[in-house]
């Protein structure tokens, strides 16, 4: 016979599990940064929040991405230009910034990006040396970019990364994005691999393929080593800390 006690602590077990496939399906999941790719917005080593309501849920919202259940998405919403977004490709989960939406002409020449035709404004903030989580030296140019409005409401101001104007990717053929999909860059302009690699690469996203909105940073393992600045008291990033992201 099964003891009163040991029936509850199974049923607590099976309350915990059944709340948090329900929280990590329909509310928030928990990702880490692997890469460099959206530097200095998000830095090797974040832990993030993403909204899986933002944009509905499909196969892509259930952990394993089940085959029996469709693409086709319920409580649909589409993001909109500047938003950080997680999408996944061919099984791989990737992180990258909403650049262009359906109908937009997107090209970058001479490391500048234009949105149909007009050239992103961006300001010079500082340049910036340091050793990346590989431990490779680099010196970067840091930027604030303003991206217009896709629904005609404020500009979307966030920083980048340019180590040169005149790297892979820093001059392309203009793209023109279809219905139902996205164009997506990092914010670390010269090491992303994103929707400029057409052939190669990423290329366009299916709204199909949309995961969630990142929303906030959690914690952190950011190496303080770096050298970036960063507040790092104690070689703890607290800077890195419960940022909401934008």
């Not at 919202?61 to 500047?82: A, T």
């Not at 840091?142 to 920083?159: A, D, F, K, M």
Request: glycine share 8%.
């Amino acid at each position: 016979m099964i003891s009163k006690e040991t029936k509850n602590l199974i049923k607590d077990i099976v309350y915990i599990v059944a709340f948090f496939l329900v929280f990590i399906t329909f509310g928030w999941i928990a990702f880490h940064i692997p890469s460099s790719s959206m530097e200095p917005t998000l830095e090797v080593g974040d832990r993030i929040f993403v909204s899986k309501w933002a944009y509905g849920y499909n196969r892509y919202s259930v952990p394993g991405d089940p085959s029996f259940i469709g693409e086709g998405r319920l409580f649909e919403d589409m993001p909109s230009r500047g938003e950080v977004a997680v999408f996944t490709k061919k099984g791989v989960d990737y992180i990258k910034r909403v650049i262009g939406v359906p109908g937009d002409k997107i090209q970058v020449k001479e490391g500048r990006l234009y949105i149909n035709g007009v050239r992103v404004h961006r300001t010079l903030i500082r340049e910036v040396d340091y050793i990346d989580y590989r431990g490779i030296p680099r010196s970067m140019k840091e930027y604030n970019e303003t991206l217009p409005s896709s629904e005609g409401g404020e500009p979307v101001i966030h920083r980048i990364y340019e180590a040169s104007d005149y790297n892979d990717n820093d001059d392309t053929v203009v793209f023109t994005v279809p219905a139902d999909h996205f164009f997506m860059m990092g914010d670390n302009r010269d090491v992303s691999k994103d929707s400029r690699a057409m052939w190669n690469g990423i290329g366009f996203i299916r709204k199909e393929e949309l995961v969630g909105r990142a929303q906030v940073t959690t914690f952190s393992l950011y190496d303080c080593d770096q050298g970036k600045p960063i507040y790092c008291p104690m070689s703890v990033p607290l800077g890195r800390f419960f940022n909401v992201i934008d």
